[in-house]
């Protein structure tokens, strides 16, 4: 395993001038898509890589009229079989590799996570190999949550830092933006977790491998339109992932 540290960025290189490509997992969508393809393309030099789990509403469909509209901007990886969002992300990930982008980023498609923030994270690489938008950094920034979700997603959070010892504010946070390098070093085609628990994995390989993570502020708003599809099974993931990362490191 390497865990020496990476280079530091080139600072010869500013991050505005770097090719970004941001990943975005959709599973019925429809409602969000455009709107949020329209705001991150807004950015200069921007791409989008759709990774759209046959949704029975049409998403996929509509990405695809959306790559024509916005050609060679936007790709789409139309996936069958069994759908996850951690299956969805491993796959999007490789093909971002695959690809000639510098800095490549994770997002929700739902219109939780601003467009307006990526160019914070992006900015950030300068400093750091992963940058994570934090909604845990000055206080809570959470924008219509009950509470109850509000207790699980605090709880969740101490539940991974105590577990794992990752020393972060938000380690459940898919708002993120990866150094090249960075990414190229988590075996991607190793990664276990199907569901959300996919983004702790990926931070605790990153943190094992010698990135440097960093957090910026975000200020997260619950999605107005369309459901959540967090299930009981992605939960229980969820709540084993991190003992299984333990042993890892034992191992
Ligand atoms: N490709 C793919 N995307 C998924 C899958 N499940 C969820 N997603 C996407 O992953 C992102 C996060 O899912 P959400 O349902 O919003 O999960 P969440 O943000 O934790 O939950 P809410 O706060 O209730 O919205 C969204 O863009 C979803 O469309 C899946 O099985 N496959
Ligand atoms: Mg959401």
């Known amino acids: 395993m390497t865990n020496t540290p990476l280079p530091p960025p ?36 921007y791409r989008i890589l759709v990774v759209d789990d046959a949704s029975p509403d049409g998403t996929g469909e509509l990405a ?16 069958g079989g069994r759908r996850g969002f951690g299956r969805s992300y491993v796959e ?12 490549i980023c994770q997002m929700d498609a739902d219109l939780s996570h601003d467009p307006k923030y990526l160019p914070d994270l992006v900015a950030a690489t300068d400093r750091y190999d992963l940058v994570i938008g934090s909604r845990y950094l000055r206080g809570i920034s959470v924008v219509n949550w009950p ?37 190229a070093r988590i075996p991607l085609d190793r990664i276990a977790s199907d569901g959300y628990a996919f983004v702790v994995e990926t931070a605790f390989e990153a943190a094992r491998r010698g990135c440097r993570i960093g957090e910026v502020p975000i200020v997260f708003i619950e999605r107005r339109e369309g459901t959540s599809k967090i299930s009981s099974g992605v939960l229980i993931e969820s709540v084993i992932m991190p003992w299984r990362l333990i042993l890892r490191r034992l191992k």
């Open 92 to 103: 999007g990930m490789q093909r971002a590799l695959a690809s000639d982008a510098d800095l």
């Open 147 to 183: 509470l109850r979700r509000l207790i699980l997603s605090t709880f969740a959070n101490w539940y991974v830092r105590t577990i794992t010892g990752l020393r972060l504010r938000d380690c459940t946070a898919n708002f993120r933006c990866w150094r090249r390098e960075a990414l």
């Open 10 to 45: 080139s600072g010869a290189v500013a991050a505005a001038a770097r090719r970004v490509l941001v990943v975005i997992p959709t599973y019925n969508e429809r409602e969000n898509l455009e709107r949020l393809v329209r705001q991150v393309l807004g950015f200069a030099g």
């Open 64 to 79: 695809d009229v959306l790559a024509r509209e916005f050609l060679g901007r936007i790709d789409v990886i139309h996936r």
